[in-house]
């Protein structure tokens, strides 16, 4: 079974840090486009970043370029997302997703974790 | 940056159709993939290319993709379809960015 879990989701102060995890397993991880998305409550969907099969294309939405890093261990079938200078804006539910097998980043997202709540707020 | 454009709501009886839109500037010359959104759950892919199901998927749903605008299509709609839906594309003029719709709450009256 292909599966996603997300881990490492919490609360921090505004202006802190938080690395997230999300392990995969039932697929061949190293074939993957993988990405994170996020959610605020109440709110729809935003794409955060995704990285190619091998790491050497990262890319970012605008509001976290510069705060916010992705990566992934292939050995370790690991994606992880690591969050820097945190705002109250960042409170979201963030979903890791396998993306397209191809060498670009274009397609669907299937599947999904079930997400893990992060919580900035003093 | 490109914009999808989404109803907030859509309702229908049980048993009738339902279509969400998706609007986008020449959306019909990109892929558009539709996920439905359950209350506390992750979303789930429904439709992918504009009118492929991904397995176990019911064929009641079913997508289309032209011009100006893009639909999701729910026949024979249960219960069990309230939710919420969002449309999605890649965007290759803004940097390999990824977009979503706003999302369509879809109310089984």
């Known amino acids: 079974e292909v599966q996603l879990v997300e881990s490492g989701g919490g609360l921090v102060q505004p202006g802190g840090s938080l690395r997230l995890s999300c392990a995969a397993s039932?697929?061949?991880?190293?074939?993957?486009?993988m990405s994170w998305v996020r959610q605020a409550p109440g709110k729809g969907l935003e794409w955060v970043a995704n990285?190619?099969?091998?790491?050497?294309?990262?890319y970012y939405v605008d509001s976290v370029k510069g705060r916010f890093t992705i990566s992934r261990d292939n050995a370790k079938n690991s994606l992880y997302l690591q969050m820097n200078s945190l705002r109250a804006e960042d409170t979201a539910v963030y979903y890791c997703?396998?993306?397209?097998?191809?060498?670009?980043?274009?397609?669907?997202?299937?599947?999904w974790g079930q997400g893990t709540l992060v919580t900035v707020s003093s | 940056s490109y914009v999808l454009t989404q109803p907030p709501s859509v309702s229908v009886a049980p048993g009738q159709t339902a279509r969400i839109t998706c609007g986008g500037n020449?959306?019909?010359?990109?892929?558009v993939h539709w996920y439905q959104q359950k209350p506390g759950q992750a979303p789930v892919l429904v439709v992918y290319?504009?009118?492929d199901r991904p397995s176990g998927i019911p064929e009641r749903f079913s997508g289309s993709n032209s011009g100006n605008t893009a639909t999701l299509t729910i026949s024979r709609v249960e219960a069990g379809d309230e939710a919420d839906y969002y449309c999605?594309?890649?965007?290759?003029?803004?940097?390999?960015?990824?977009?979503f719709g706003g999302g369509t709450k879809l109310t089984v009256l």
């Open positions: 997703a396998r993306g397209s097998r191809g060498p670009a980043a274009t397609g669907w997202f299937d599947p």
């Open positions: 039932g697929f061949t991880f190293s074939s993957y486009w």
């Open positions: 990285i190619k099969q091998d790491g050497s294309e990262k």
């Open positions: 020449n959306i019909g010359s990109k892929s």
């Open positions: 290319d504009d009118s």
């Open positions: 999605q594309v890649w965007d290759s003029s803004s940097d390999h960015h990824v977009v």
